[in-house]
């Protein structure tokens, strides 16, 4: 599966909350391969490599959990991921239908 997603950052690896200055919104190319998200700059071309960034915004989703972020009401659409490295984050879709799509997919891996 892929698709836009916008990115948020509220928690990172240890379960802290991400400090100010690095929660804004980053809007990404999402595509879900096997237990990863990749989260790429550009559209996804399957003939290209990965960049380093492109490799360190990747999201292991293995015993992650997916919801509807239904305690955060200032944009629609948005679905929480929390890794298995107690990371949060939330990710908007362009549409309800997307983000139900994602939140199936991300839980079925
Ligand atoms: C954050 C940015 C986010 C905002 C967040 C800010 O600042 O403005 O858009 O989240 O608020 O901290 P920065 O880019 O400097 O990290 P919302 O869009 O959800 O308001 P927050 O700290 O209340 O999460």
Do not use: C
Request: hydrophobic share 35%; charged share 35%.
């Amino acid at each position: 599966k892929h698709g836009v997603l916008t990115r948020k950052s509220h928690a990172d690896m240890d379960g802290k909350r991400t400090p100010r200055g690095r929660r804004g919104w980053k809007k990404f190319y999402a595509v879900l391969k096997g237990t990863i998200l990749y989260l790429q700059k550009d559209e996804y071309k399957p003939d290209k490599d990965l960049s380093e960034v492109d490799l360190k915004n990747a999201v292991r989703i293995h015993h992650a959990l997916a919801t509807r972020a239904s305690d955060y009401s200032k944009k629609p659409n948005v679905l929480k991921l929390k890794t298995s490295d107690w990371r949060v984050f939330l990710f908007q879709a362009p549409s309800e239908e997307e983000m139900m799509s994602w939140i199936l997919r991300i839980n079925l891996v």
